[in-house]
């Protein structure tokens, strides 16, 4: 059992924005950055969003990252097909005195 | 080009041991921190170690505490992760990681392909 929650899957149809959550506490996400991996089928996971809401070089300004309190948000506008993959939110935990990740989403370009 | 290369996995029977190794190139290994995460079949990751840049600090998840070991020969440009006392459920492709800088609070960054290891009898 994670200590980041996830929804198993989300979907969406191409141009359309979606949204995936990881939902924490006050030990990981409450003081410390986020940040999520793509996971395209077969592959490693890949850095998307680092520091809750920065961009490494050559990842599309269409997807986002934000956080609120114990929740951060990743959020991809203009789905595009490729885009089908599984997503990792991960953080430190305070706590644990560890990185921590999520259960991973699915998204499903439909 | 930065690459890793991790070797070492197999079929090992429960209570046996194991040891994974990482190659890296197309850095400079000595001056990153690195990560072992791992993703049992059709689950998510899970984060298992980080060892400093040179060594000096370790880190590990609670799960493997006290049965793992992370260490590292910056002279091969190698990553090692010692298993002890494997268990059915740790059955998964083990990943190396490049940390963002030379500490061990610092987040993976580049991933290597893994390294299928099976723990069944």
């Known amino acids: 059992q994670s200590l980041l929650t996830q929804p198993p899957s989300v979907s969406g149809t191409p141009g359309q924005r979606v949204s995936i959550s990881c939902s924490g506490s006050?030990?990981?996400?409450?003081?410390?950055?986020v940040n999520w991996y793509q996971q395209l089928p077969g592959r490693a996971p890949k850095l998307l969003i680092y520091?809750?809401?920065q961009r490494p070089s050559g990842v599309p300004d269409r997807f986002s990252g934000s956080k609120s309190a114990t929740s951060a948000s990743l959020a991809i506008r203009g789905l595009q097909s490729e885009d089908e993959a599984d997503y990792h939110c991960?953080?430190?935990?305070?706590?644990?005195?560890?990185?921590?990740f999520g259960g991973g989403t699915t998204l499903t370009v439909l | 080009q930065e690459q890793l290369v991790e070797s070492g996995g197999g079929v090992v029977q429960p209570g046996r041991s194991l040891r994974l190794s990482c190659v890296a190139s197309?850095?400079?290994?000595?001056?990153?921190?690195m990560h072992w995460v791992r993703q049992a079949p059709g689950k998510g990751l899970e984060w298992v170690a980080v060892?400093?840049?040179?060594?000096?600090?370790?880190n590990y998840g609670d799960s493997v505490k006290g049965r793992f070991t992370i260490s590292r020969d910056n002279s091969r440009n190698t990553l090692y992760l010692e298993m002890n006392s494997l268990r059915t459920e740790e059955t998964a492709l083990y990943f190396c990681?490049?940390?963002?800088?030379?500490?061990?609070?610092?987040?993976?960054?580049?991933w290597g392909q893994g390294t299928l290891v099976t723990v069944s009898s």
């Open positions: 990681a490049r940390a963002r800088g030379s500490t061990w609070y610092e987040w993976p960054v580049y």
């Open positions: 197309g850095f400079s290994f000595s001056n990153y921190a």
């Open positions: 060892i400093s840049y040179d060594g000096s600090n370790k």
């Open positions: 006050k030990s990981n996400i409450g003081g410390n950055i």
């Open positions: 520091s809750t809401n």
């Open positions: 991960a953080t430190w935990d305070d706590s644990l005195k560890g990185w921590v």
